[in-house]
């Protein structure tokens, strides 16, 4: 059987930049995360369950203790949102 090698169409430029300004998502974040996403972010009790919403490209937009905060975000920003588990 003969399987074709896969050849990329975009830059690894491009590709880093896909969906950028249009695309987010949304994850549960673990206590041990939260400063190295949110270095600004203020102290907070360790058992509360965290959400955040990223860009497309990683970078941190919000964090909240409120899963729908990060929906009404990411509407007000504009992105079409994507979960990540």
């Given amino acids: 059987m003969l399987i074709k090698e896969a ?9 880093a930049h ?4 249009e695309v987010g998502y949304i994850r549960k974040i ?4 939260v400063s190295r996403c949110f270095p600004d972010a203020p102290e907070i009790d360790p058992r509360t369950d965290l959400w955040a919403l990223f ?3 990683g970078t941190p ?8 905060s990060t929906f009404f975000k990411a ?8 979960s990540l588990h």
């Fill in 7 to 15: 050849t990329p169409n975009l830059s690894k430029n491009e590709l």
């Fill in 18 to 21: 896909l969906g950028s300004g």
């Fill in 30 to 33: 673990r206590y041990d995360e």
């Fill in 55 to 57: 860009a497309a490209d």
């Fill in 61 to 68: 937009i919000l964090l909240t203790d409120n899963r729908s």
């Fill in 75 to 82: 509407a007000e920003d504009e992105l079409k949102t994507v």
